[in-house]
C-alpha cells in the first residue's frame, strides 16, 4: 500500500491517476515520460517521484487500481451471484461502461497495457491479469446452472472460446486505435446474442 499517494486528499489521488490514465494509453509504456504525467497532473516530476519511485512501479500501480476498479463495479452490478452465464455476461458490459464513463481513460490504459510488449512491465502485468481473471472466472463459474446449456456441452471449452473471441476483438480495435465504446458495446450486445443462439438449451 502507497501511504504516501493514499494521504493525499482524493481530488489530487484522481488527478494523479486520471494523468497516467491519459499519457500511457496514448504511448507505449517506454515512450511516456513521467513529466508529461506531472505536467498533466499539476505537480512537479520530483514529487510524482516522491510518491512513485519509478516509471515501473506507477504503471504497476495504475493496473492494479483497474483491476480492483473493475472487480469492485462488477460486485456493484451483481455480476458475480447469476445463475444465467449470459445474464452475468450483459451485467458486465453495462458495469464496464459505467466505469468508462466515470474514468474515461482507464479503459484504454488498460487494453494498452493488456498488450504492452515492453519486457520491464509485460510479465507482471501478465500475471497479474491471469490471476484476476480466475479469481472472476472461479468466482462466477461456481454459480452457473449448467442444466441452461444445450446437452453434452464442454462449459470450460465455451468459456474459453469466448475469452479468445473477445480478446482478438479487442486487440482488433486497439491496432485500429481511436476506440468507440458505444461501438464496443454494440458488437458485444450482437456477440452475446450469437453466442445465446448457439450454446443455450432451446425450450
Same mark, same amino acid.
Request: aromatic residues 18%; positive net charge.
Given at each position: 500500500m502507497n501511504e504516501k499517494f493514499f494521504s493525499l486528499p482524493k481530488e489530487k489521488q484522481q488527478a494523479i491517476l486520471n494523468a497516467g490514465y491519459r499519457v500511457f494509453s496514448q504511448n507505449t509504456y517506454k515512450n511516456s515520460p513521467m513529466s508529461e504525467?506531472? *505536467?498533466?497532473?499539476?505537480?512537479?516530476?520530483? @514529487? @510524482?517521484?516522491?510518491? /512513485?519511485?519509478?516509471? $515501473?512501479e506507477f504503471y504497476l500501480f495504475l493496473w492494479d487500481i483497474c483491476a480492483q476498479t473493475t472487480i469492485d463495479f462488477l460486485t456493484k452490478f451483481n455480476c458475480y451471484n447469476q445463475t444465467d452465464l449470459f445474464e452475468? +455476461?450483459?451485467?458486465?458490459?453495462?458495469?464496464? +461502461? *459505467?466505469?468508462?464513463?466515470?474514468?474515461? !481513460?482507464?479503459?484504454? /490504459?488498460?487494453? $494498452?497495457? /493488456?498488450?504492452? $510488449? !515492453?519486457?520491464e512491465v509485460n510479465a507482471a502485468i501478465q500475471e497479474s491479469y491471469h490471476r484476476y481473471f480466475n479469481y472472476k472466472a472461479d468466482k462466477a463459474r461456481l454459480n452457473f446452472d449448467s442444466d441452461q446449456f444445450i446437452p453434452g456441452l464442454d462449459i470450460t471449452m465455451m468459456y474459453q472460446e469466448m475469452y479468445w473471441a473477445s480478446e482478438g476483438y479487442l486487440w482488433e480495435k486497439v491496432q485500429q486505435g481511436n476506440i468507440d465504446y458505444q461501438e464496443l458495446e454494440k458488437d458485444f450486445t450482437k456477440l452475446l446474442k450469437f453466442w445465446k443462439s448457439v450454446y443455450l438449451r432451446k425450450e
Open positions: 504525467i506531472a *505536467e498533466a497532473a499539476g505537480i512537479s516530476k520530483s @514529487l @510524482l517521484f516522491y510518491y /512513485f519511485h519509478n516509471k $515501473k452475468s +455476461m450483459e451485467r458486465g458490459i453495462f458495469a464496464k +461502461m *459505467e466505469i468508462m464513463q466515470n474514468f474515461p !481513460d482507464m479503459g484504454n /490504459f488498460t487494453i $494498452k497495457a /493488456f498488450y504492452e $510488449k !515492453d519486457p
